[in-house]
């Protein structure tokens, strides 16, 4: 197992240097002057532009400007927002709890449903109970997610007024930022509305973001049961008497879930994608909102940050969930 870390280990550096040029990369590809849009191009006269683009460092020679983009992230700094002028490792810490909370709870919520689905479906096989899972799991993974933001927003929010539209909590609670998590902050708020007030602006985002994933999971839980339910070890586990309960639960889900971890690994990279259409629609103050925000700026450096702290997750995520196959089944054996 620790050679099999190290190997992986070794394989980061080419796939972050990789990155690294994507990052730098796309962002120039997008049409438009930083500049211009900083300044405003009515009131931006040549002297003003040429002197900002060298403030800047943007009259720099594209290698150069990559050289200095690598130099500072040897030294962990990410830059400095083009147009806050603020460090970007500030904003990012300050905007990251808000993804992580809504990511979290969708992840949460999309785990226990999809495996209670899945594993309901796999039971029934063929029964009306297994195809109305499928048939909801199908169309949950259709749906664009700003659709059906979209619809909820029409429904819980404009229809029946059950939830907020936007934010994280209604702006009468005084909430101090503690933890960046608002459930937990709005829970040592001394006013008890204030949870509540949380937990209902999380409710609909969460829910948007879960639909897809709580679809993925179901169908690969189903379709991994079923195979585990036919092995020989299965038969002998009831031959042997045992409650039908543990057979599927410590017997069948254990070795159906190899899979399913595998899913869900990837599905916490795709929630911080995910993120950024469903933080725009319901004006979330996350990483997601701050990088369209960017984009739409051409702030550079916030947009560089995104997408390497983003695939950073992704790299993380993909190693956890191998070390993972080890714990969950004995016989899986990284580096064997």
């Not at 720099?60 to 130099?71: E, I, K």
Request: glycine fraction near 10%; aromatic fraction near 8%.
């Amino acid at each position: 197992m620790f050679q099999f870390l190290l190997k992986r280990l070794a394989t980061l550096l080419p796939t972050l240097i990789g990155v690294t040029l994507v990052a730098f990369g796309l962002i120039r590809l997008v049409p438009g002057d930083p500049v211009a849009i900083m300044m405003g191009e009515r009131s931006l006269d040549a002297d003003t532009h040429a002197r900002m683009m060298h403030e800047l460092g943007l009259d720099q020679p594209l290698w150069r400007q990559y050289l200095d983009y690598v130099t500072g992230l040897l030294h962990g700094d990410l830059g400095q927002s083009l147009v806050s002028r603020e460090p970007v490792s500030r904003e990012f810490l300050a905007l990251f709890p808000a993804t992580a909370e809504l990511a979290l709870v969708a992840l949460l919520v999309a785990i226990v449903i999809g495996l209670s689905l899945g594993m309901a479906a796999a039971l029934r096989r063929g029964s009306w109970l297994d195809q109305g899972v499928m048939g909801l799991a199908t169309v949950g993974y259709s749906m664009p997610v700003f659709w059906w933001g979209l619809i909820l927003i029409m429904t819980f929010s404009v229809g029946l007024g059950w939830t907020p539209v936007s934010g994280r909590v209604a702006v009468e609670y005084d909430v101090q930022r503690v933890t960046g998590f608002m459930l937990i902050d709005a829970a040592l708020h001394p006013e008890p509305g204030a949870w509540w007030s949380a937990l209902r602006h999380l409710l609909l985002p969460a829910a948007v973001l879960a639909t897809s994933n709580a679809a993925v999971i179901a169908r690969m839980t189903r379709s991994s049961l079923l195979e585990v339910l036919r092995e020989d070890y299965m038969r002998s586990a009831r031959a042997r008497g045992l409650p039908p309960a543990r057979v599927v639960l410590v017997h069948g889900l254990r070795n159906a879930l190899i899979p399913v971890i595998t899913v869900i690994g990837l599905k916490v990279g795709s929630l911080l994608a995910g993120a950024v259409l469903t933080e725009t629609i319901f004006s979330w103050p996350g990483i997601g909102k701050w990088l369209i925000d960017a984009i739409a700026r051409r702030d550079y450096p916030v947009v560089q940050a995104g997408i390497l702290i983003s695939a950073c997750c992704f790299i993380l995520i993909n190693l956890v969930v191998d070390l993972l196959y080890g714990v969950v089944n004995p016989r899986i054996r990284g580096g064997r």
